[in-house]
């Protein structure tokens, strides 16, 4: 008994395997759907169904993320739009992913676990040599970090700050390691005192919290109309932040990204983006080649070199 009951089961898994072999794909030419299984009809983002076998879609999406400068909500109103305005213009679904921290956020960029990220100009400077990104578009204005102490204060040089409390972002933030770019000698260098926004900066110093800040000029020049600072130190111009793609996107894919995002028709999904950034009605085409060496200031962070 036992011998034709395991002879059954032998045919009937031959019989199965011989029919999902020969059984086309659904959605290719020839396919049956079996009796009693409902149809499922895939869509792009904005609605429109995809076209008969188009299977862009069913493939793992493509990963849309930023540092976690805002909450996971707020990240999802800024970039979500964004990344659905992407999956409708190259035909293939683009995902906003929030990283959580900045350490998941390093770790899963310097694995390639992202396709597009907006970011610093060191950032983008940084996958572009190491991890085959190439830049797409950036926020049009030019940066110039500006090292600031009260008028009257015993600080004159940078190399006065030694030792001294410094409100500024923390590290990997471009502006304090433009700042940190002058101390070589670890023991020397200025205590970084992790303040969150240029108007607490500004005000760190002001209060004595700090003995001096890091901030953009612009940010200066509005919290600051009648010069009760001392500019220590003043950055050359150097690009803005910008979104860059990797390999995973083609030349054609990038290339249609690129167009999308400097036409009218981005103004609505990229407004809450541009509002918060400040990039003004719209963002500016950019080069792999405006970006070169700014990487450079990454090389004393850990886990990049």
């Known amino acids: 008994m036992m011998p034709r009951i395991g002879m059954f089961f032998s045919t009937l898994a031959i019989v199965a395997t011989a029919f999902l072999i020969d059984t086309p794909a659904r959605g290719e030419p020839g396919a ?6 409902l149809k499922t009809t895939y869509a792009r983002p904005d609605g429109t169904p ?9 493939e793992p ?26 999956s409708t213009v190259i035909g293939r679904r683009v995902v906003y992913q929030h990283p959580g921290s900045w350490g998941l956020y390093r770790t899963t ?9 907006f970011d610093g100009p060191h950032f983008n400077s940084y996958r572009i040599e190491k991890l085959n990104h190439n830049v797409l578009v950036r926020i049009p204005a030019i940066h110039e970090f500006v090292v600031i102490a ?11 700050l ?12 471009l502006g304090t390691l433009v700042l940190l770019s002058h101390f070589e000698n670890p023991a020397r260098q200025p205590v970084i005192r992790d ?16 003995d001096a800040g890091v901030m953009p000029l612009t940010n200066l020049k509005q919290f600051d109309p009648s010069n009760r600072m001392t500019v220590l130190f003043k950055s050359k111009p150097m690009l803005n932040q910008a979104l860059s793609a ?4 083609s030349s054609v894919e990038q290339n249609k990204i690129s167009a999308a995002l400097l036409s009218p028709e981005a103004a609505g999904p990229t407004a809450r983006l541009r509002a918060e950034y400040k990039v003004g009605p719209s963002f500016a085409a950019a080069t792999n080649r405006q970006y070169e060496g700014l990487s450079n200031y990454l090389r004393n962070e850990w886990g990049y070199y």
């Open 246 to 249: 990797g390999p995973r996107l």
């Open 109 to 117: 960029m310097l694995r390639g676990g992202y396709d597009l990220v």
């Open 50 to 58: 995809l076209p008969a076998g188009n299977r862009a879609y069913l």
């Open 150 to 160: 009260r008028q009257g204060s015993e600080f004159r040089h940078m190399s006065d």
């Open 195 to 210: 303040t969150t926004g240029w108007n607490e900066i500004f005000t760190g110093v002001t209060s004595g919290r700090c």
């Open 32 to 37: 049956q759907r079996p009796a009693g299984v």
């Open 61 to 86: 999406p493509l990963v849309l993320s930023a540092p976690p400068r805002e909450t996971a909500e707020d990240g999802k109103s800024i970039y979500q739009p964004v990344a659905e305005y992407l």
């Open 162 to 173: 030694a030792g001294r409390r410094i409100c500024t972002h923390a590290p990997p933030n």
